[in-house]
């Protein structure tokens, strides 16, 4: 049985991969993956596929055993997996709960590995993974400190598991897009001070998803969605640090 596996699959980054790669090729199933139910049942709708649904919170570790043991059972083979699992908080580290930093870490990083860790046996040669992540894995954030160091941990991840399957003829590479309109803001600005307020340039999902089906396709080792994004990741590689961060606080008017 042929399959893809997509996290975060309920709405937002997700919900886009799972249509476009539904339209991209034939599966026997999709496996999404995300904490309402009632949200990956309408996924059905909107796929040709048949859709497997999986309630599952990432943010726990007993969902890794559910998945492996569905693995276990079906013995599929996963033509593509798609981690786009993750959230993020706006604000300094004291707007910020412990448990909500925690739970950023706990998602955007532990499930993320688990979860490719899992799949991974049942890949064979030609096998794709996805793995969202951000235009904040290059450069540190303030306020978005911790969720731009998970995702550069994902950025980091991504680079070196490629290499390592490379062999297997499985590619694996992150995707890194600027600011992209979907409901990730909703839970972001959820902080009692909203530390980020200035945002250049806007792409939609729809964007990011096609680029990244069509950098795999080329062989990309990471995709990024739009010409500005890739100037300013060019840029924070040549200039200092410090500089950027500087550059950063003063646009969104932090001290």
Same mark, same amino acid.
């Given at each position: 049985?042929?399959?893809?596996?997509?996290?975060?699959?309920?709405? !937002?980054?997700?919900?886009?991969?799972?249509?476009? +790669?539904?339209?991209?090729?034939?599966?026997?199933?999709?496996?999404? $993956?995300?904490?309402?139910?009632?949200?990956?049942?309408?996924?059905?709708?909107? &796929?040709?596929?048949?859709?497997?649904? +999986?309630?599952?919170?990432?943010?726990?570790?007993?969902?890794?055993?559910?998945?492996?043991?569905?693995?276990?059972?079906?013995?599929?083979? &996963?033509?593509?997996?798609?981690?786009?699992?993750?959230?993020?908080?706006?604000?300094?580290?004291?707007?910020?709960?412990? !448990?909500?930093?925690?739970?950023?870490?706990?998602?955007?990083?532990?499930?993320?590995?688990?979860?490719?860790?899992?799949?991974?046996?049942?890949?064979?040669?030609?096998?794709?993974?996805?793995?969202?992540?951000?235009?904040?894995?290059?450069?540190?954030?303030?306020?978005?400190?911790?969720?731009?160091?998970?995702?550069?941990?994902?950025?980091?991840?991504?680079?070196?598991?490629?290499?390592?399957?490379?062999?297997?003829?499985?590619?694996?590479?992150?995707?890194?897009?600027?600011?992209?309109? #979907?409901?990730?803001?909703?839970?972001? $600005?959820?902080?009692?001070?909203? #530390?980020? #307020?200035?945002?250049?340039?806007?792409?939609?999902?729809?964007?990011?998803?096609?680029?990244?089906?069509?950098?795999?396709?080329?062989?990309?080792?990471?995709? $990024?969605?739009?010409?500005?994004?890739?100037?300013? &990741?060019?840029?924070?590689?040549?200039?200092?640090?410090?500089? &950027?961060?500087?550059?950063?606080?003063?646009?969104?008017?932090?001290?």
């Amino acid at each position: 049985m042929k399959i893809a596996v997509v996290t975060g699959a309920s709405s !937002g980054m997700g919900r886009e991969f799972v249509r476009q +790669i539904d339209r991209d090729e034939t599966f026997d199933e999709l496996w999404v $993956i995300a904490r309402r139910r009632e949200k990956l049942a309408e996924v059905q709708k909107e &796929v040709r596929a048949q859709v497997r649904v +999986i309630p599952l919170d990432l943010a726990h570790s007993e969902s890794y055993a559910e998945y492996r043991g569905l693995l276990e059972q079906h013995k599929p083979q &996963v033509a593509v997996l798609v981690n786009c699992a993750g959230y993020g908080k706006f604000g300094k580290w004291s707007d910020i709960p412990l !448990g909500e930093a925690e739970g950023m870490i706990d998602v955007n990083c532990k499930a993320l590995v688990a979860v490719t860790q899992l799949t991974l046996p049942y890949m064979t040669k030609g096998g794709r993974i996805y793995q969202m992540d951000s235009l904040s894995a290059f450069q540190p954030v303030p306020g978005l400190g911790v969720y731009g160091a998970s995702k550069a941990f994902v950025l980091s991840y991504s680079r070196a598991l490629s290499r390592e399957v490379r062999p297997l003829g499985i590619r694996v590479m992150p995707v890194c897009p600027g600011w992209v309109r #979907t409901d990730f803001f909703e839970r972001a $600005i959820q902080t009692s001070t909203r #530390t980020v #307020t200035y945002f250049n340039r806007w792409y939609t999902a729809e964007q990011v998803v096609r680029t990244a089906l069509r950098d795999m396709k080329k062989g990309k080792e990471v995709s $990024i969605c739009g010409f500005p994004v890739k100037a300013q &990741v060019l840029a924070v590689k040549l200039l200092p640090h410090s500089l &950027v961060m500087k550059i950063w606080m003063k646009q969104q008017k932090m001290r």
